[in-house]
């Protein structure tokens, strides 16, 4: 019994005199529903998880030239496919309507051997960008980069 009690007064006493880490405050416990944090905590904790000012992701690159257009089709209801390649063989993306108004970033030539030339668009609204065909795009000026470069 004796050794049972001095153990338990040896344990008392030494993790009851150790020094509280400098900053933080040992508040009586008391049972709340709420408890509130230390706001010297949560100061250091956010300090922390802030990323240094060496460390920043590049910026997306913007094309230094874009073309604004308006989708066209001789069907108003048609659904003009958005490719994710100069390609009508390329993966289908998606649709848009005749009259949306989209940004041309580059041209391309088709890459299924026909004559027609494709557009990279952007759309202002979402960001997305897709390939659409020549025949369905309505320029409103004639500068468009060209996706690669033209040959001598």
């Known amino acids: 019994m004796k050794s049972c009690w001095l153990i338990t007064a040896l344990l008392t006493a030494i993790t009851g005199c150790r020094q ?22 949560s100061i250091a904790t956010e300090r922390e998880n802030q990323p240094s000012a060496s460390i920043s992701p590049s910026p997306t690159p913007i094309p230094q030239s874009t073309t604004e257009a308006i989708l066209i089709a001789t069907d108003t209801n048609a659904q003009i496919n958005l490719r994710s390649a100069p390609s009508v063989t390329s993966k289908r993306l998606g649709y848009a309507l005749a009259d949306e108004r989209v940004q041309v970033i580059k041209q391309a030539a088709s890459t299924d051997g026909d004559r027609y030339t494709w557009y990279q668009v952007r759309f202002p609204r979402s960001g997305a960008i897709a390939w659409i065909r020549e ?16 040959p001598p």
């Open 135 to 150: 025949d369905f795009v309505r320029l409103k000026t004639s500068q468009i980069p060209s996706a690669s470069p033209t």
């Open 20 to 41: 509280q880490p400098q900053g933080l405050e040992v508040s009586p416990s008391s049972p709340t529903s709420n408890p509130t944090p230390d706001a010297s905590i």
